[in-house]
Protein backbone atom coordinates (compact mmCIF):
# COMPACT_ATOMS: atom_id res chain seq x y z
CA UNK A 1 0.00 0.00 0.00
CA UNK A 2 1.25 3.75 -0.87
CA UNK A 3 1.05 5.71 2.30
CA UNK A 4 0.64 9.59 1.76
CA UNK A 5 1.15 10.57 5.98
CA UNK A 6 2.79 8.49 8.00
CA UNK A 7 3.23 8.24 12.04
CA UNK A 8 7.37 6.71 12.98
CA UNK A 9 6.82 5.75 16.71
CA UNK A 10 10.67 4.98 17.89
CA UNK A 11 11.38 3.77 21.59
CA UNK A 12 13.50 5.99 23.54
CA UNK A 13 15.23 3.04 24.58
CA UNK A 14 16.17 1.69 21.22
CA UNK A 15 18.43 5.01 21.08
CA UNK A 16 21.07 3.76 23.80
CA UNK A 17 23.72 1.11 23.87
CA UNK A 18 22.72 -1.82 25.94
CA UNK A 19 22.85 -1.19 29.41
CA UNK A 20 23.48 2.47 29.47
CA UNK A 21 22.28 6.02 28.16
CA UNK A 22 24.40 6.66 25.85
CA UNK A 23 23.58 7.67 22.60
CA UNK A 24 23.79 4.39 19.61
CA UNK A 25 24.89 6.67 17.14
CA UNK A 26 25.73 4.42 14.38
CA UNK A 27 22.02 3.29 14.92
CA UNK A 28 20.52 6.64 14.68
CA UNK A 29 21.92 7.70 11.82
CA UNK A 30 20.94 4.80 10.42
CA UNK A 31 17.35 5.48 11.34
CA UNK A 32 17.50 8.98 10.12
CA UNK A 33 18.82 7.95 6.49
CA UNK A 34 15.89 5.82 6.24
CA UNK A 35 14.17 8.39 7.06
CA UNK A 36 15.51 10.59 4.61
CA UNK A 37 15.06 7.55 1.77
CA UNK A 38 11.14 7.71 3.22
CA UNK A 39 10.84 11.62 2.64
CA UNK A 40 12.20 10.96 -1.46
CA UNK A 41 9.59 8.69 -1.82
CA UNK A 42 7.04 11.98 -1.51
CA UNK A 43 5.81 10.75 2.07
CA UNK A 44 4.82 12.77 4.98
CA UNK A 45 6.73 11.78 8.19
CA UNK A 46 5.63 12.56 11.57
CA UNK A 47 8.09 10.93 14.66
CA UNK A 48 6.76 10.08 18.14
CA UNK A 49 10.55 9.07 20.39
CA UNK A 50 10.02 7.84 23.92
CA UNK A 51 11.90 8.82 26.83
CA UNK A 52 13.37 5.39 28.17
CA UNK A 53 17.01 5.51 27.69
CA UNK A 54 16.91 8.44 30.08
CA UNK A 55 13.86 7.64 32.44
CA UNK A 56 10.51 5.63 32.59
CA UNK A 57 7.59 6.65 34.66
CA UNK A 58 6.92 3.13 35.89
CA UNK A 59 10.68 2.57 37.20
CA UNK A 60 10.61 5.86 38.98
CA UNK A 61 7.46 4.55 41.43
CA UNK A 62 9.62 1.98 42.27
CA UNK A 63 11.94 3.92 43.59
CA UNK A 64 9.47 6.09 45.39
CA UNK A 65 8.92 9.20 43.07
CA UNK A 66 4.94 9.80 42.75
CA UNK A 67 3.68 8.55 39.58
CA UNK A 68 2.83 11.49 38.32
CA UNK A 69 6.05 13.44 38.97
CA UNK A 70 7.59 10.12 37.58
CA UNK A 71 5.56 10.91 34.20
CA UNK A 72 6.76 14.16 33.63
CA UNK A 73 10.41 13.72 34.37
CA UNK A 74 9.66 11.03 31.60
CA UNK A 75 8.00 13.50 29.12
CA UNK A 76 11.15 15.85 29.66
CA UNK A 77 13.51 12.67 28.54
CA UNK A 78 11.55 12.56 25.22
CA UNK A 79 12.77 16.49 24.60
CA UNK A 80 16.25 15.75 25.07
CA UNK A 81 15.74 12.52 22.21
CA UNK A 82 13.40 14.52 19.74
CA UNK A 83 16.30 17.61 20.00
CA UNK A 84 18.75 15.09 19.58
CA UNK A 85 17.24 13.45 16.22
CA UNK A 86 16.07 17.27 14.79
CA UNK A 87 19.52 17.83 14.87
CA UNK A 88 20.81 14.86 13.27
CA UNK A 89 17.87 15.31 10.59
CA UNK A 90 19.08 18.78 9.77
CA UNK A 91 22.66 17.80 9.09
CA UNK A 92 20.91 15.03 6.71
CA UNK A 93 19.58 18.67 5.02
CA UNK A 94 16.28 17.50 6.41
CA UNK A 95 13.57 20.19 7.11
CA UNK A 96 12.39 19.44 11.14
CA UNK A 97 10.11 20.69 13.64
CA UNK A 98 10.22 19.48 17.26
CA UNK A 99 6.40 20.21 18.99
CA UNK A 100 5.76 19.24 22.55
CA UNK A 101 3.01 19.14 24.60
CA UNK A 102 4.44 20.61 27.39
CA UNK A 103 5.39 24.51 27.09
CA UNK A 104 9.19 25.08 26.65
CA UNK A 105 9.28 27.80 23.70
CA UNK A 106 12.45 28.05 23.86
CA UNK A 107 13.88 24.85 22.38
CA UNK A 108 10.90 24.06 20.50
CA UNK A 109 7.16 25.18 19.48
CA UNK A 110 4.01 24.10 21.23
CA UNK A 111 1.86 21.42 19.72
CA UNK A 112 -0.94 22.84 17.76
CA UNK A 113 -2.33 20.60 15.22
CA UNK A 114 -3.26 23.08 12.53
CA UNK A 115 0.37 24.41 12.59
CA UNK A 116 1.64 20.50 12.49
CA UNK A 117 -0.05 19.71 9.38
CA UNK A 118 0.93 22.57 7.65
CA UNK A 119 4.44 21.72 8.54
CA UNK A 120 4.05 17.88 6.90
CA UNK A 121 1.88 19.83 4.20
CA UNK A 122 5.59 22.20 3.32
CA UNK A 123 7.11 18.83 3.42
CA UNK A 124 8.75 18.97 6.86
CA UNK A 125 9.13 16.34 9.43
CA UNK A 126 7.94 16.91 12.50
CA UNK A 127 9.05 15.19 16.10
CA UNK A 128 6.09 15.24 18.72
CA UNK A 129 7.45 15.28 22.25
CA UNK A 130 6.64 14.82 25.88
CA UNK A 131 4.07 12.15 24.80
CA UNK A 132 0.43 13.49 24.87
CA UNK A 133 1.71 16.03 27.99
CA UNK A 134 -0.35 14.49 30.37
CA UNK A 135 0.62 11.55 33.51
CA UNK A 136 -0.20 7.91 32.99
CA UNK A 137 -0.47 7.87 29.50
CA UNK A 138 2.65 6.27 27.32
CA UNK A 139 4.19 7.35 24.09
CA UNK A 140 2.51 4.35 22.42
CA UNK A 141 -0.89 6.49 22.85
CA UNK A 142 0.83 9.75 21.69
CA UNK A 143 1.21 8.15 19.12
CA UNK A 144 -2.35 6.84 18.29
CA UNK A 145 -3.54 10.42 19.01
CA UNK A 146 -1.17 12.00 17.09
CA UNK A 147 -1.78 9.70 14.05
CA UNK A 148 -5.23 10.53 14.30
CA UNK A 149 -4.91 14.21 14.78
CA UNK A 150 -2.81 14.80 11.87
CA UNK A 151 -5.01 12.30 9.62
CA UNK A 152 -1.83 9.68 8.97
CA UNK A 153 -2.67 6.57 7.54
CA UNK A 154 -0.92 4.47 9.44
CA UNK A 155 1.24 3.85 12.62
CA UNK A 156 4.51 2.35 12.22
CA UNK A 157 5.25 0.97 15.95
CA UNK A 158 9.47 0.37 16.33
CA UNK A 159 10.39 -2.19 18.96
CA UNK A 160 13.02 -4.49 20.34
CA UNK A 161 11.09 -7.26 18.91
CA UNK A 162 10.39 -9.09 15.19
CA UNK A 163 6.29 -8.31 15.98
CA UNK A 164 3.39 -9.36 17.56
CA UNK A 165 3.40 -12.88 19.21
CA UNK A 166 0.38 -15.27 19.51
CA UNK A 167 1.87 -15.22 23.34
CA UNK A 168 4.68 -13.92 25.12
CA UNK A 169 7.83 -15.43 23.22
CA UNK A 170 9.48 -15.00 26.58
CA UNK A 171 7.30 -17.37 28.53
CA UNK A 172 6.10 -19.95 25.68
CA UNK A 173 9.19 -20.71 23.14
CA UNK A 174 6.64 -21.84 21.42
CA UNK A 175 4.11 -18.73 20.63
CA UNK A 176 4.12 -18.02 16.64
CA UNK A 177 4.69 -14.40 15.01
CA UNK A 178 1.78 -12.93 13.64
CA UNK A 179 1.37 -11.80 10.24
CA UNK A 180 -1.85 -9.73 10.88
CA UNK A 181 -4.07 -9.14 14.19
CA UNK A 182 -7.34 -7.00 14.48
CA UNK A 183 -7.57 -4.90 17.02
CA UNK A 184 -9.92 -6.44 19.10
CA UNK A 185 -8.88 -9.72 19.41
CA UNK A 186 -5.16 -8.02 20.26
CA UNK A 187 -7.24 -6.49 23.26
CA UNK A 188 -9.39 -9.72 24.07
CA UNK A 189 -6.11 -11.86 23.97
CA UNK A 190 -4.14 -8.76 26.44
CA UNK A 191 -0.80 -8.87 24.12
CA UNK A 192 2.01 -6.81 25.14
CA UNK A 193 3.39 -5.31 22.26
CA UNK A 194 2.04 -1.98 22.86
CA UNK A 195 -0.13 -0.11 25.12
CA UNK A 196 -3.69 -1.26 24.94
CA UNK A 197 -5.20 2.41 25.15
CA UNK A 198 -3.48 2.87 21.83
CA UNK A 199 -4.53 0.20 20.23
CA UNK A 200 -8.17 1.16 21.71
CA UNK A 201 -7.56 4.38 20.04
CA UNK A 202 -6.28 3.40 16.94
CA UNK A 203 -9.61 0.89 16.80
CA UNK A 204 -11.66 4.29 17.19
CA UNK A 205 -9.49 6.00 14.43
CA UNK A 206 -9.50 3.16 12.10
CA UNK A 207 -5.84 3.69 11.88
CA UNK A 208 -3.17 0.40 11.44
CA UNK A 209 -0.24 -0.46 13.43
CA UNK A 210 2.67 -2.08 12.05
CA UNK A 211 4.86 -3.55 14.95
CA UNK A 212 8.26 -4.25 13.76
CA UNK A 213 11.67 -4.49 15.22
CA UNK A 214 13.55 -1.24 14.66
CA UNK A 215 16.87 -2.70 15.21
CA UNK A 216 16.64 -5.06 11.91
CA UNK A 217 18.79 -3.89 8.52
CA UNK A 218 16.40 -1.13 6.73
CA UNK A 219 13.44 -2.27 8.99
CA UNK A 220 11.49 1.32 9.05
CA UNK A 221 11.39 1.06 5.19
CA UNK A 222 10.69 -3.00 5.03
CA UNK A 223 7.81 -2.12 7.45
CA UNK A 224 6.67 0.31 5.47
CA UNK A 225 6.14 -2.04 2.24
CA UNK A 226 4.69 -4.65 4.58
CA UNK A 227 8.04 -6.95 4.11
CA UNK A 228 8.10 -7.25 8.13
CA UNK A 229 6.52 -7.44 11.46
CA UNK A 230 2.67 -7.46 12.16
CA UNK A 231 -0.24 -5.57 11.42
CA UNK A 232 -2.41 -4.62 13.80
CA UNK A 233 -5.91 -3.51 11.79
CA UNK A 234 -9.69 -4.46 11.07
CA UNK A 235 -12.67 -5.68 13.68
Same mark, same amino acid.
Given at each position: ??????????????????????????????????????????????????????????????????????????????????????????????????????????????????????????????????????????????????? @?? #?? /?????? *? &???? !???SEDPKINKDAKLLKSITYTDFLVKNLKALDP?????????????????????? @?? #?? /?????? *? &???? !??
Amino acid at each position: MDYKRILIKISGESLSKEKNSEYDLDFIMDICLQIKKIKAMGIEISIVIGGGNFWRGVEGEKIGVDRATSDYIGMIATIMNALFIQSILEKLELETRVQSALNLSEVCEPYIRRRAIRHLEKGRIVIFASGTGNPYFTTDTAAALRA @SE #IN /AEVVLK *G &TNVD !GVYSEDPKINKDAKLLKSITYTDFLVKNLKALDPTAISLSRETNIPVIVFNIKNKD @SI #IK /ALKHEQ *G &TIIK !GG
